[in-house]
């Protein structure tokens, strides 16, 4: 089965994402690595009519490093397992 139509948007920035997902509230969803919506929309257990795909957006690409409050690094929405070893070598964390 193939999923609905729906409307796509990969935003450029985090505010272009929060003002879409704000702008299309109950009428959208965000896709950060697809392993669980994807399958969902093919049978169409989900359908938005707007996905909002984030996979692009740099800073949420990344991994914190730990703050005072707290002890470890957290990553962000669409940081992937690859980036996360490169950052445990990198001297940036």
Known sequence: MKP???AYHDPASVD???SLRAEHE??????AGGQSLVP???IRLARPELLI?????EDL?????PTP???SARPCASTTSRSTRWS??????
Do not use: H, K, W
């Not at 795909?53 to 957006?57: F, W, Y």
């Not at 445990?88 to 964390?93: E, K, L, Q, T, V």
């Open 53 to 57: 795909d984030i996979n692009r957006i």
């Open 4 to 6: 609905p139509p729906f």
């Open 26 to 31: 109950f009428d959208s969803l965000v896709l």
């Open 69 to 71: 409050t707290s002890s």
């Open 40 to 42: 969902m929309l093919n």
């Open 16 to 18: 272009e994402a929060v």
């Open 88 to 93: 445990a070598r990198s001297s940036r964390c």
């Open 61 to 65: 690409r990344t991994v914190r490093a």
